[in-house]
């Protein structure tokens, strides 16, 4: 008598998203440890899977310089950047409707469930579009950027290249530059187009397609558009303020603005960040923890939970029971939600700036700030992470991970079934 084991599992969608990253940043270990893959200063096994996890996970931080990496080296980065930005499983999503003209329910629910802001039949639509919106919008990048180098005294061959190496690093909000000095001593046209590309990358795809189709249609905007546009809106422009105010008139309008778009999700500096005073980095602290906009190639809370958060906290202490933005009604679980997942951020990462601390004995300041960059996928640094010891580059990988999918994929991956809890208990008060 024969008996035959047989296990299956089902992966859900989450757990797709999980694997597919980590697969992605072992493939580009390996590529980057690959003969034709040379750098100037020598590229341990380490460094090389902290690379590859900074361009998946587009966060910019670097162990070793990107300028000293060969032709080779540098064009395998921007291609784990492009992949992790607009995701495995969107790119493979697209592949099949490119080969087979459409999706079959199962990808479609598979898709859906990963972008929460799109229901089943926008899925083919979406994913028609990613990677066009995307190419297009990198292209443009790459001609005014391209041009800004040219003025900057490149030749046109090298400005091309630095114009397509950085138009792709921007949208991703990847933060990656060829530069050892990020864009430090470039022009404003090349700072301008940076940022804007940034802006673009951080919104999201889906608040993108709604600008497009209310230029197009003249409708309006859906609830999650206005709050992301208005709350990018604002965090760029009190950061602007801000920043020009704490440090006095020893940075122009254009770095300040600059450096405001970049915190929150892209590792470019045009200013040298030590000579920041505490103001400045906290608040810069403050935008990195922040992030972008769901859907969007950046880390960070997301502006959505930070809206509802901020809103809801007034409307308990105007002594509201609902919470109303713009004559629509926000539910209890995405009030939850967003608390739960910035709760969750928070304590991930305080448990990892605890263990930095434990390892490292660098400054406070550096050492908090390069922690949040890295949970952020933000790639602004100190100058802390090429001093890192072995034990500290894990915990940054790690962070950068967790980052990028966020703390809630995790949950969610451990989760096949959802349950509903039918009982109702009784209230309970807690003073």
């Known amino acids: 008598m024969k008996f035959k084991l047989s296990i299956k599992y089902k992966f859900n969608p989450w757990q797709y998203l999980v694997l597919s990253f980590l697969i992605l940043i ?20 380490i460094d090389a899977g902290f690379e590859a996890t900074s361009a998946v996970c587009v966060t910019g931080l670097t162990t070793v ?80 950027l391209s041009i800004g180098f040219y003025l900057h005294g490149l030749s046109i061959k090298k400005a091309l290249y630095q114009g397509l190496f950085h138009s792709i690093s921007a949208f991703c909000n990847a933060g990656f530059s060829t530069y050892d000095d990020s864009l430090i001593h470039t022009n404003t046209l090349i700072k301008i187009t940076i940022a804007f590309l940034i802006i673009m990358g951080g919104l999201g795809y889906f608040v993108v397609f709604e600008l497009i189709a209310s230029l197009k249609e003249k409708r309006q905007l859906s609830l999650h558009s206005k709050i992301v546009l208005s709350v990018s809106f604002f965090l760029i422009i009190i950061g602007t303020l801000l920043l020009f105010y704490f440090q006095k008139g020893q940075i122009n309008w254009i770095d300040s603005f600059f450096q405001s778009v970049t915190a929150r999700t892209a590792g470019f500096n045009s200013i040298d960040l030590n000579m920041l005073n505490n103001a400045s980095v906290f608040l810069l602290l403050i935008l990195m923890f922040i992030g972008a906009s769901p859907g969007s190639t950046g880390g960070g809370i997301k502006t959505t939970n930070f809206f509802i958060m901020i809103y809801a906290v007034f409307s308990v202490l105007k002594g509201r029971e609902s919470v109303v933005i713009w004559h629509r009604s926000i539910s209890r679980r995405q009030i939850l939600k967003a608390f739960g997942t910035a709760i969750v951020y928070f304590l991930v990462l305080s448990i990892g700036i605890l263990w930095l601390f434990h390892h490292s004995q660098f400054s406070f300041k550096s050492t908090i700030f390069e ?13 802390l992470t090429p001093l890192l010891g072995l034990k500290g580059k894990i915990l940054i990988i790690g962070l950068m991970f967790i980052g990028r999918l966020g703390p809630a994929s995790f949950a969610m991956a451990t989760i096949n079934k959802q349950k509903n809890i039918e009982i109702k208990y009784p209230e309970g008060e807690i003073f």
């Open 371 to 383: 922690a949040v960059s890295a949970m952020g996928t933000v790639g602004l640094s100190l100058g």
């Open 26 to 45: 072992s493939l580009g270990t390996w590529a980057l440890k690959l003969p034709i893959v040379h750098h100037e200063k020598g590229l341990k096994w």
């Open 65 to 144: 310089p990107t300028s000293c990496f060969n032709l080779t080296g540098q064009l395998i980065l921007l291609l784990l950047m492009q992949l992790g930005a607009i995701g495995i499983m969107t790119i493979t999503s697209s592949f099949l409707i490119a080969v087979k003209g459409n999706l079959n329910l199962k990808h479609r629910l598979s898709f859906s469930q990963l972008q929460e802001n799109f229901n089943l039949n926008d899925a083919n639509y979406v994913l028609k579009n990613i990677l066009r919106i995307t190419f297009i919008t990198e292209f443009i990048g790459m001609i005014l």
